[in-house]
């Protein structure tokens, strides 16, 4: 498994997502709960960038039309989204906040 380096832990606010393009990847990097999570930055319902949305226990919200999706597998919680979104691993090295994009959990 290949990890990149996705942005700097201290660039990562509390609960505001970080869009980055790993490998042409679009991937929400979420830092929250004392956590780095990265998750796919499309919705599974439309073209939506999820780094727009908000960010509560552990959920980040699609801002279009309201489904949230748990950071740590990607499943929505509810409709209209009925596909989960991939979700990366992540690994913290000193500042780097490093990703995997080669293998969807
Ligand atoms: S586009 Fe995300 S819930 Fe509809």
């Known amino acids: 498994m290949s990890f990149l380096r996705a942005?700097?832990?201290?660039?990562?606010?509390?609960?505001?997502?970080?869009?980055?393009?790993?490998?042409g990847v679009p991937v929400a990097i979420v830092r929250t709960e004392g956590e780095v999570f990265a998750i796919n930055d499309i919705c599974s319902?439309?073209?939506v960038s999820l780094s727009e949305g908000e960010v509560e226990d552990c959920m980040i919200e699609c801002w279009l039309h309201g489904?949230?999706?748990?950071?740590?597998?990607?499943?929505?919680?509810?409709?209209?989204?009925?596909?989960?979104v991939p979700v990366y691993p992540v690994k913290i090295e000193g500042d780097d906040v490093l990703v995997s994009v080669n293998q969807e959990s």
């Open 67 to 84: 489904s949230s999706f748990d950071l740590r597998s990607g499943k929505p919680s509810g409709l209209p989204a009925t596909k989960p």
């Open 45 to 47: 319902h439309a073209n």
């Open 7 to 23: 942005c700097s832990l201290s660039d990562l606010a509390e609960d505001e997502p970080k869009r980055v393009d790993l490998n």
